[in-house]
């Protein structure tokens, strides 16, 4: 077991100076920063002194100087990683992550190779899981985000389970034989990594490729290369995470009509819709929009003529990437051999230099195109 | 990582009908009988890698064999494009070989005298209409033989990721629908480590606890995970479980059980037992036996303390309001509350409760629409589809946090900033 501590790995209780946490105002707002004595972090929530932060146990909701607000601080997690972190590129989100994962088989112990590394949110989460015994291999041919990532493993204590190559996996192959359970491609052409990928699997044994692409046509290259090289049991998969939008509405009655002035009475809530409520109320197409009321739901008393309803959150992208699985198996005369646990050298984390991750926030997920390699526009 | 196949094994076969069994390779000695695929000896699938597939020979030996390989019969796309099905009589007609003839045949396959292949090349030779057949339908038609007289089966691992699609498309109830999707995503809301120490309850026949475990161990080392299960009943029914092969010894030192109605001692575990006042050998065992079964249940009570947990993950028949309100001071600050549910309504009430409290963030309700494609390849794809209509499921997540000064300003800030549901535009 490794004795260095990451909060990527291990969970920590108090907020040390050094430590990166998320600082949570709400789903879209978060942020990681790293907490420096004698800091300050001023948002529009106002002045935030990390002196108030260092002590309090992760999870505290602090409050700004003045007090006119306060902030939740967070133990960081790959999850809570891929919403705030610098993008370079396009990256995985969490259901991608989670599907992949868990078809890969990736487990304490795991090897894994991964390309290209892009901003590493996958790579957090890969290392998470496979920690404190398997390791990652990631390979990215744009040296700045090589360089980018080096400095994010040493600031999260994973280096000793992550290793970053500068190489272009396409031409010059993985350079590895014999080490791999797990393979991963994002990448803008994976079928040119396909034969080198098979090449890295651990002999003797069925290992797992996953290769993410938006495009069908990628898909197809991808798949005719696999089949060519003896991978089966090649699956395809699209997931997509749909919110649901909960909310306690005012029932409408039917209209009536007053039987002394013929008027028709429209049965209107006499209360005015909750200001947010009121740009939903235009988008509505004219119709009027139902009236949300807040209701004492702590102990879930409705009044009234009051329901709780839920909907599926409509989501602009209608689809992400298609996932294609395999499984392969490598020949091998050398005995069966059970991944032995490594020990892995004790490094000391330097938090002082961190990235300062914090200032980035998150741009939302876009649609990949097929010849994008990632770059953020 | 698929490991190799050990002596003591479970196995998950799946049969070239696409129906699949767990087999227990009790003793290398024994004969699997799969039914009328055949049998095979033990022996010859112990060190073996799992997630392969073998084909039964005559001697009852396996050969591992590429289980994308079909017969050996050429089919020419190009040449078969100017054949159609238009002038197809009924099927029946076009076999040459009698009924008596093929029930022969299938009788010597499967005492082992004659090989599979060689069977079903037999009948499409004799086959009139076979030529006649686009590639489409030829491979159709071979792969239909294939399903009926192949000794080909897979060997799986009978890890999380496969008994949950085993269980998922063939008896969903056991499993309460956790779909393979639903469990992963259970796995990474819950930010789940190999040293994580995670309060549960499963109703899902153990799927959840097996899930976890392959998260939260290596061989037999311990990585210094732990898990605190409370049971539905008085004993533990996590079938899965049993059904995946953990080194002896690493799911008890993993896994802490304590019955749902034995949280809170009752009066007679809280004082000390009386001893007998009596020399009968039977009486004194009998006390010995309750005296260390209380000591054990308040040992386990004593790790149900205040904020001990690294998260709490339910995958549970009970309420989740109820179950959540009983369980939540157990949960650190910072770490996550991850709910399963068939059902978005058993849902909303634990979610509109943690909307309102101070003590929860970003409560979440979701859905996965996950699809499964046909591959553009050839050959391949011989899987029964995921079900792309159905539901896998809701999870219902959110953070527990410690609220503290902010406690009581936190109804009117909290609404404003922790929870902007109005201004969300997800
Ligand atoms: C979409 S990004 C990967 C995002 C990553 N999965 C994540 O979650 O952050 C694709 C990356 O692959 C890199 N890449 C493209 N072709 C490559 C090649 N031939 N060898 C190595 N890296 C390559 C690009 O530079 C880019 O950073």
């Known amino acids: ?377 | 990582m698929a490991g190799i196949i050990e002596e003591g094994h479970k196995v998950l076969i799946r049969m070239p009908s696409n129906n699949c069994k767990i087999i227990h390779l009790k003793s290398a000695n024994l004969k699997i009988t799969l039914g009328k695929f055949g049998q095979f000896n033990a022996a010859s699938l112990i060190g073996r890698p799992f997630n392969a597939a073998y084909d039964i020979l005559p001697s009852g030996e396996l050969e591992m064999v590429d289980p994308t390989e079909s017969i050996d019969i050429t089919i020419d796309a190009e040449e078969d494009a100017g054949n159609n099905n238009s002038y197809l009589v009924a099927r029946t007609d076009s076999q040459k070989l009698s009924k008596e003839d093929i029930e022969q045949r299938k009788q010597e396959a499967l005492d082992g005298h004659l090989d599979s292949k060689a069977l079903i090349k037999d009948l499409v030779e004799n086959s009139t209409s076979f030529e006649g057949k686009t590639a489409f339908a030829k491979q159709k038609y071979i792969r239909r033989k294939e399903r009926k007289f192949s000794k080909k089966f897979e060997a799986l691992e009978p890890s999380a990721r496969n008994l949950c699609e085993y269980y998922f498309t063939t008896k969903p109830q056991k499993t309460r629908g956790v779909r393979i999707d639903t469990l992963s995503q259970l796995m990474c809301l819950g930010n789940v480590m190999a040293n994580s120490n995670i309060l549960i309850s499963d109703s899902v026949g153990g799927l959840l606890v097996g899930g976890l475990l392959e998260r939260m161990t290596f061989g037999d080392m311990d990585l210094g995970g732990r898990l605190f299960a409370l049971l539905d009943g008085d004993t533990s029914n996590f079938d899965v479980v049993k059904d995946m092969n953990f080194k002896e010894g690493v799911v008890d030192r993993v896994l802490d059980t304590l019955p749902w109605t034995r949280i809170d001692p009752s009066s007679h575990e809280v004082e000390p037992l009386p001893t007998p006042d009596s020399t009968d050998e039977a009486v004194l065992l009998r006390h010995a036996k309750r005296v260390e079964s209380i000591a054990k249940a308040n040992a386990l009570r004593a790790k149900l303390s205040e904020a001990a947990f690294d998260g709490l993950i339910l995958a549970s028949q009970f309420d989740p309001l109820e179950t959540i309100e009983r369980l939540a001071k157990y949960v650190g600050y910072s770490r996550p509350v991850v709910v399963f549910s068939q059902y978005k309504e058993t849902l909303v009430p634990a979610y509109l409760m943690m909307r309102a409290s101070p003590d929860y963030l970003n409560a979440q309700i979701s859905e996965t629409m996950t699809r499964e494609y046909q591959v553009p390849v050839s050959g391949l794809g011989t899987h029964p589809f995921m079900q792309a209509s159905g539901s896998g499921g809701f999870i219902l997540t959110a953070t527990r946090v410690f609220a503290g000064d902010c406690a009581a300003a936190s109804n009117n800030t909290s609404n404003k900033h922790a929870q902007p549901t109005k201004r969300r535009k997800l």
């Not at chain 1, 790995?9 to 990166?20: A, F, H, N, P, V």
């Not at chain 1, 420096?36 to 700004?64: M, Q, T, W």
């Not at chain 1, 809570?80 to 304490?108: C, N």
């Not at chain 1, 209701?295 to 409509?314: H, M, P, R, Y």
């Open chain 1, 1 to 377: 077991m490794t004795a260095e501590k990451s909060l990527f790995t291990s969970y920590s209780k108090t907020i040390q100076d050094g430590d990166l946490v998320i600082a949570y105002v709400n789903p879209l707002d978060m942020s990681a920063i790293h907490v420096k004595k004698d800091a300050v972090l001023n948002n529009k929530y106002g002045a935030f002194l990390h002196n108030n932060i260092i002590g309090k146990p992760f999870g505290a909701r602090v409050e700004s100087v003045k007090g006119n607000g306060h902030i939740a601080f967070l133990h960081p997690s790959p999850e809570l990683w891929t919403q705030t972190l610098p993008h370079r590129t396009q990256i995985l989100y969490m259901p991608d992550i989670a599907l992949v994962s868990e078809m890969l088989d990736l487990k304490p112990g795991a090897v894994v190779v991964e390309s290209g590394t892009g901003s590493g949110s996958f790579s957090h989460s890969i290392a998470r899981t496979i920690a404190p015994v398997g390791k990652l291999h990631t390979f990215e041919y744009h040296e700045e985000r090589v360089l980018k990532f080096k400095d994010e493993l040493v600031a999260h204590g994973l280096e000793s389970i992550v290793e970053v190559n500068h190489r272009n996996v396409c031409s010059d192959g993985f350079g590895l034989e014999d080490v791999a359970d797990a393979v991963f491609l994002d990448l803008p052409s994976p079928w040119e990594a396909i034969a080198s990928a098979k090449q890295a699997f651990k002999k003797g044994k069925v290992g797992r490729i996953c290769s993410f692409s938006p495009a069908i046509e990628q898909v197809q290259k991808t798949c005719l290369e696999m089949e060519k090289n003896g991978f089966y049991d090649v699956r395809m998969f699209e997931t997509l995470i749909r919110r649901q939008d909960i909310k306690t509405i005012q029932k409408r009655p039917l209209p009536t009509r007053d039987v002394v002035t013929g008027h028709t009475n429209n049965n209107k809530s006499k209360k005015k819709p909750l200001a947010a409520d009121e740009e939903k109320e235009k988008d509505n197409n004219g119709e009027e929009a139902d009236v949300v009321v807040e209701s004492d739901q702590a102990n879930g008393a409705l009044k009234e003529g009051q329901v709780i309803v839920s909907k599926t959150v409509a989501r602009v992208a209608g689809h992400t990437s298609f996932l294609v699985f395999a499984s392969v198996f490598v020949e091998g005369d050398k005995a069966v051999v059970t991944a032995d646990a490594k020990t892995v050298a004790e490094t000391a984390m330097d938090l002082e230099d961190g990235s300062n991750a914090g200032d980035e926030s998150n741009a939302g997920k876009r649609k990949r195109s097929m010849t994008d390699d990632g770059q953020k526009s």
